[in-house]
C-alpha cells in the first residue's frame, strides 16, 4: 500500500515541473518585449537555466566532488562579501560576480542572485530577473529533497528562500511580475514543509547580518502566519527594523501597520508619515496606499483628485493593484472625467500581470460592452482566470453566464457549481443567485426552504435584491410562513437603500394596505422614487396615481407621461393604459394610429384587456382598416381568458355576421353559459376589460 505522503510526492513533482514550465513560458514573452540590450541580458541567463537544468542531479552526476565543494565555498565567500562576514569588506559587486560563477555548477547560487535584484543589493532592482533566478533555484524533485534533506549544508536554505520568495511574488505581485494565487498555495506548502528551514536563511541576514531586506522579508513570514503562527506584533517589530533602516519597503509596510493597527496600536497620522516617506523613494504600494487614503478619508481630508494622482503615480511605475485602482477611477469618474476606453486599458494592463480583481473588471466590462466592443468570449475568458484564482465575485459572474449562455453554451449545473464556490467565500451575489436557483429549480431540483435560506443569508449582509427576494417569500408564503408585515420591513430595507423593485413593492403594499396600514401618499412617494429610476412597472403604476388621484392630485397629463415611459420598455400594462389615451385624446393628442399599434403589442404580450380594444380596433376601424375576422379572433382570445364583457361582444358580432352556420353547429347566439365554457369560448367569470 502506498502512504499518502508518497502520493503527494508523486503528484506534486509534475505539478511542480508545470509551474516552473509556464513560468519560463511567461518570462520568455515578457523577453521577447525588451529592447536588444536586454534580450542578450536575459538570454544570458536563460542559456545559464537550460545548462544548470541538465545539472540538477550534479552531486550525484556530472559535478565532481571537489568541484561540488569548492562552489559552496564559492557562495560562501559571495555572502561573506555580500553582508561583511568573518572580517570580509563589504563588496556586494564582486559578490554578484562570485554567485553568476557558482550558478553553473550549484543552483542554490540563483536564489541569492535572485535576492540581489530583487532588492537591488549590488545590481540594479530588476523584479523579473530577481523571479528568473528564483525559478532557475527550484530543482524539479524539490519535495523529495525537503522531505529528506538530501541537500547538504545550507544549499536547501537558499532554495527554500527562493520558494519563500515565489511564494511572495505570486500572491502579492510586483510591477511586471504575474500574480497567480493558485501557484503561491503551492509555493507556500513546499514552506509549511519545509519548517523553519524555510525561514533560516532569512533568519540568520536579518539578525547577524541586519539586513533590512531579510527583516522585511522575515516579517512577512509573522505577518501571514507561514511557518509560523501568525504573529502580528512580531511581524511589526521586523517591519519597523527594516524601516529604521531607511528601507522603503519596509517602510510602506509600517505604514500598512500603523493604519491597520497590526501589531501596534492604530495610528493614522504615523502611517501616512511612513506611507509619504516611503512613496517618495518610489515604492509603488506606499503609493498606492496614499491614493486610498485621501479616496476614504483616513487621517487627511477625503480629497478624490489627489486619491486619483497617487492611484496614477502607482500604476505608471507598473503596481497592478494601483492599475486596477486607476481603472475604477476612469470608470466611475472618481477624482477624473469618466473614461470608459482608459479604465479598460488600466484594467488590462492589471489582468494581464494576473491581479485577480481587474480581470474581474476586465470581464465586466467586455460582458457589458464598457469602453471597449462587447465580446462575451472575452468576458468569459477574464471572468474564468479571475474565478480559476479563487476570486469570489468572478466565480459569481462566471456562473452567471452559464445560467444564462453568455459567451458559453448554457450549463445551468456548472453555475450553481461556481454559485457554490463564491458562496462558499461569502459572497452575497452568489448566496442570492443559489437561493433563486433553489426557488427556480435552475440546475437543482425545487427546494424553496433552502431558497429561503440563502435569500436571508445574502439579505443578513444587506444585499438589497435579496431582500427583495426574501420580501416576496414572505409575502406570498413560499418556503416560509406567510407574513406581511416582515415581507414590508424587507421591502424598505431595500427601498432604503435605492432598490426600485423594492420601492416599487413598497408602495404597491401601502396602496393596497398589506402588512401595512393603508397610505395612498406613500404609495405614490415610492412609486415615483421607482419610476424616476426607470422601473417599468413603478412608472405604469405611479400613471395610475394621477389619473386616479391615488395619493397625488389627478393630472391625466402626467399620468400619460408616465404611461408613455413605461410602454417604452414594453411594459404591456402601460402600453394599454396609453394607448386608451391616446384613442380618447386624454392627456394626450388624440392618435388612433398609434393606439392602435399599442393595443396590439400589448396584446400581443398576453394583456387581457388590450385583446378586448384590439378586438374592438378590428371591428370598428379604430386605427385599422375593419376587419371582422381579426376582430372575432381577438374577442375569442379574451373570453377565452374570462373576459365575459368579450364574451358579450363576441355572442353579439358572430350573430351579426353569421361567421358559424345554424345547420352544422349550434348558433353561437343560443348557446348559453354552460356550453360557451365546454366548448372554450369563456374559462370562469372575468371582470369587464377597462
Not at 518570462?27 to 541567463?45: F, G
Not at 353561437?668 to 376589460?689: H, N, Q, W, Y
Amino acid at each position: 500500500m502506498t502512504s499518502s505522503s508518497d502520493t503527494t510526492t508523486n503528484n506534486s513533482a509534475p505539478m511542480l515541473n508545470q509551474i516552473i514550465n509556464y513560468s519560463r513560458n511567461i518570462l520568455e514573452k515578457i523577453l521577447s518585449n525588451h529592447n536588444a540590450s536586454d534580450k542578450a541580458y536575459y538570454s544570458k541567463y536563460f542559456s545559464d537555466y537550460n545548462n544548470n537544468n541538465q545539472q540538477r542531479h550534479y552531486s550525484k552526476q556530472l559535478t565532481p566532488h571537489d568541484q561540488l565543494t569548492s562552489t559552496k565555498k564559492l557562495i560562501e565567500q559571495a555572502e561573506n562579501y555580500l553582508y561583511g562576514r568573518h572580517g570580509y569588506q563589504m563588496k556586494a559587486e564582486y559578490a554578484i560576480e562570485l554567485l553568476q560563477e557558482a550558478c553553473k555548477f550549484n543552483i542554490s547560487a540563483h536564489a541569492i542572485l535572485g535576492f540581489c535584484f530583487e532588492f537591488g543589493i549590488g545590481v540594479r532592482v530588476d523584479f523579473k530577473t530577481a523571479e528568473m533566478h528564483y525559478l532557475s533555484s527550484v530543482p524539479f524533485d524539490l519535495e523529495e529533497q525537503v522531505r529528506t534533506c538530501f541537500q547538504k549544508d545550507n544549499d536547501l536554505e537558499r532554495i527554500l528562500l527562493a520558494v519563500s520568495r515565489l511564494a511572495f511574488l505570486r500572491k502579492i505581485g510586483l510591477p511586471g511580475v504575474r500574480v497567480d494565487l493558485v501557484e503561491a498555495e503551492q509555493w507556500e506548502l513546499y514552506l509549511e514543509l519545509g519548517g523553519v528551514k524555510s525561514m533560516s536563511w532569512l533568519y540568520r541576514s536579518a539578525k547577524k547580518d541586519q539586513c533590512p531586506a531579510s527583516q522585511y522579508c522575515l516579517a512577512y513570514f509573522h505577518h501571514h502566519g507561514l511557518v509560523v503562527k501568525r504573529d502580528e506584533k512580531m511581524a511589526f517589530y521586523w517591519y519597523k527594523k527594516s524601516a529604521d533602516q531607511e528601507f522603503p519597503r519596509g517602510a510602506a509596510l509600517v505604514g500598512f501597520c500603523y493604519s491597520d493597527g497590526l501589531g501596534v496600536k492604530k495610528d493614522v497620522k504615523k502611517a501616512l508619515k511612513y506611507y509619504g516617506w516611503a512613496a517618495y523613494h518610489g515604492e509603488t504600494f506606499a503609493l498606492y496606499n496614499l491614493g486610498n487614503c485621501h479616496e476614504e478619508g483616513i487621517g487627511v481630508r477625503k480629497d478624490l483628485h489627489k486619491a486619483f494622482k497617487w492611484y496614477k503615480h502607482a500604476a505608471e511605475k507598473g503596481n497592478a493593484i494601483g492599475q486596477n485602482a486607476l481603472g475604477y477611477c476612469y470608470e466611475d469618474g472618481v477624482g477624473v472625467e469618466a473614461d470608459a476606453a482608459e479604465a479598460v486599458k488600466w484594467y488590462t494592463l492589471s489582468a494581464e500581470q494576473g491581479y485577480p480583481w481587474a480581470q474581474c473588471n476586465l470581464g465586466f466590462c467586455y460582458q457589458n460592452g464598457l469602453g471597449v466592443v462587447k465580446d462575451t468570449a472575452a468576458c468569459v475568458k477574464w471572468y474564468g482566470k479571475a474565478a480559476a484564482q479563487g476570486h469570489a465575485r468572478a466565480q459569481h459572474n462566471l456562473g452567471f453566464c452559464y445560467q444564462n449562455g453568455i459567451g458559453v453554451e448554457a450549463n445551468e449545473k456548472a453555475a450553481v457549481r461556481l454559485y457554490q464556490k463564491s458562496a462558499s467565500q461569502g459572497n452575497v451575489f452568489a448566496y442570492h443567485s443559489l437561493g433563486y436557483c433553489f426557488q427556480n429549480g435552475v440546475g437543482v431540483e425545487v427546494n424553496e426552504r433552502k431558497a429561503v435560506h440563502y435569500y436571508k443569508l445574502s439579505a443578513e449582509h444587506n444585499h438589497a435584491p435579496a431582500q427583495v427576494s426574501l420580501g416576496y417569500c414572505y409575502r406570498k408564503g413560499t418556503g416560509v410562513e406567510k407574513d406581511e408585515y416582515e415581507a414590508v420591513r424587507l421591502f424598505r430595507l431595500s427601498a432604503e437603500q435605492g432598490n426600485a423593485t423594492a420601492q416599487n413593492s413598497l408602495g404597491f403594499c401601502y396602496e393596497e394596505g398589506t402588512g401595512v396600514k393603508k397610505n395612498p401618499k406613500k404609495a405614490a412617494y415610492w412609486y415615483s422614487q421607482a419610476a424616476i429610476q426607470g422601473n417599468a412597472y413603478a412608472q405604469c403604476n405611479l400613471g395610475t396615481c394621477y389619473a386616479n388621484g391615488i395619493g397625488v392630485k389627478p393630472r391625466i397629463s402626467k399620468a400619460a407621461y408616465w404611461y408613455k415611459k413605461s410602454a417604452q420598455q414594453r411594459h404591456a400594462p402601460a402600453q394599454e393604459k396609453l394607448a386608451l389615451c391616446l384613442q380618447t385624446g386624454h392627456g394626450v393628442a388624440r392618435d388612433l394610429e398609434l393606439a392602435f399599434d399599442l393595443f396590439k403589442q400589448a396584446a400581443e404580450q398576453d394583456c387581457l384587456s388590450a385583446k378586448f380594444h384590439l378586438a374592438n380596433c378590428y371591428e370598428k376601424g379604430l386605427g385599422c382598416p375593419i376587419d371582422l375576422s381579426k376582430a372575432t379572433y381577438w374577442f375569442e382570445r379574451a373570453a377565452i381568458a374570462g373576459c365575459r364583457s368579450s364574451y358579450e361582444r363576441l355572442r353579439r358580432l358572430l350573430s351579426r355576421a353569421c361567421l358559424l352556420s345554424p345547420y352544422t353547429v349550434h348558433s353561437v347566439t343560443k348557446m348559453d353559459e354552460a356550453e360557451l365554457l365546454s366548448r372554450g369560448f369563456i374559462l370562469g367569470c372575468g371582470a369587464p376589460a377597462a
